[in-house]
């Protein structure tokens, strides 16, 4: 190799990590300061300037681009198969939403009982267009609490070439793939609004990586951590869970299994971050505890970001059920995710030589923790959202 082509080898080594955790940087600030927007501006706002804009897509599509050529030919994940599946998951997720994002619809029917309708309109454009069948109600009942009047949840009887459908406030029927959620209902409870979404191609691509995110995380973390110690973490998400499920919301989308999973492993993934940041307080004052808690902060990290990861998902398989789309901009998920993209930077101490050194690493930890202060406490009090029950 000539010496001016090692010199440019050098240079994309060098520089290339910035196009790829710098572009994720990015995408992080933008999420952010959307949460703004939309805490000022409103939700069609931010939906009209960010989310559905063609430059937001632009930008994840260069982001995604960069960071997957540096992974391939410059950090060569591949020669490391299971870190290189994992983050093969998470490209192929990305992948599903941008299909979603370019072939999938979303629309509304309102139906009153006895009465068929094809008529639905477009969710982005407001424009009417037709099914390719009817659709008729053939019941609507409000389920109400057995100590209370208020609704537990609401169950649709629909009708659609002859078959039978039962929509509920956390279960959506299919046909045909067109898939229909329970949206909301008329005052005289004789008439729903039901979400209709056609997805054909982006559910199936996400939920597949979902399923290779989910293994590869499992190999990975009992490689990491030791296959015990994840049998002690899995024991804690468990109990956590368990304590979960004995609560009775009121509310009925929070009527689900899914609310004790999701939750837990949010939880548990919190406090170990905590752990993590009170470690990197010690250190930050201490000369003699510094390295130490420095290799054991760096062994937590790993469960903590893998559940943090399996909990977001958990979440958008959750959204995907109760509200037709697995991923919908709220707050709470938008902070969530930028939450994951700060604690991922320490993970790639490789790539990124500042995280090897213990000084810096302790005092990045101590700072993100604000992330996650922000999304448990802030989105809540601050921006609200679906998220926020207050």
């Known amino acids: 190799m000539s010496r001016r082509s090692l010199l440019r080898t050098i240079s994309i080594r060098r520089w290339w990590p910035t196009v790829a ?100 309109v477009g969710e982005t454009d407001g424009l009417p267009r037709s099914l390719p069948f009817p659709v008729t109600l053939v019941a609507f009942e409000t ?129 170990l971050l905590l752990i993590i940041t009170v470690g990197s307080v010690v250190a930050c004052f201490s000369d003699k505890w510094r390295i130490p808690l420095y290799r054991w902060n760096k062994h937590l990290l790993y469960p903590a970001i893998f559940l943090l990861m399996a909990g977001i998902f958990v979440g958008a398989v959750w959204a995907n059920v109760s509200w037709g789309r697995y991923w919908g901009w709220d707050a709470k998920e938008t902070w969530a995710l930028i939450t994951l993209f700060v604690y991922a930077f320490p993970l790639h101490g490789a790539s990124l030589s500042c995280f090897s050194r213990p000084s810096f690493f302790h005092r990045y930890c101590v700072w993100a923790f604000l992330a996650v202060l922000m999304t448990s406490l802030g989105v809540t009090f601050l921006l609200g959202g679906l998220h926020s029950y207050v």
Not at 44 to 69: D, I, K, N, P, Q
Not at 82 to 103: D, K, R
Not at 223 to 228: E, M, N
């Open 143 to 271: 389920i109400r609490h057995s100590h209370s009047d208020l609704p537990a949840d609401y169950v649709s009887r629909i009708q659609i070439d002859g078959q039978l459908h039962r929509v509920a406030t956390n279960q959506i029927s299919t046909y045909r793939h067109y898939r229909f959620c329970q949206y909301a209902n008329d005052p005289d409870e004789q008439g729903i609004t039901l979400l209709v979404s056609r997805d054909p191609w982006g559910i199936g691509i996400t939920y597949g990586a979902y399923l290779l995110l989910a293994l590869s995380m499992l190999y990975l973390l009992g490689r990491r951590i030791g296959w015990r110690e994840m049998l002690l973490l899995f024991i804690t998400v468990v109990a956590v869970g368990f304590y979960i499920s004995r609560i009775n919301p009121m509310t009925p989308v929070l009527r689900t299994p899914f609310l004790a999973v999701h939750v837990s492993l949010i939880m548990v993934a919190y406090l």
């Open 21 to 120: 955790f710098g572009g994720m940087a990015v995408m992080g600030i933008v999420l952010a300061v959307a949460t703004v927007i939309e805490k000022v501006g409103g939700r069609e706002t931010v939906l009209r300037t960010v989310y559905h804009s063609h430059w937001f897509v632009a930008l994840w599509v260069l982001w995604v681009v960069g960071a997957g050529s540096y992974l391939l030919f410059v950090a060569r994940l591949y020669r490391r198969p299971a870190v290189f599946l994992l983050h093969l998951a998470l490209w192929l997720i990305l992948v599903g939403a941008f299909v979603t994002f370019l072939f999938g619809e979303r629309s509304y029917i309102h139906l009153r009982i006895g009465l068929p309708q094809q008529m639905i």
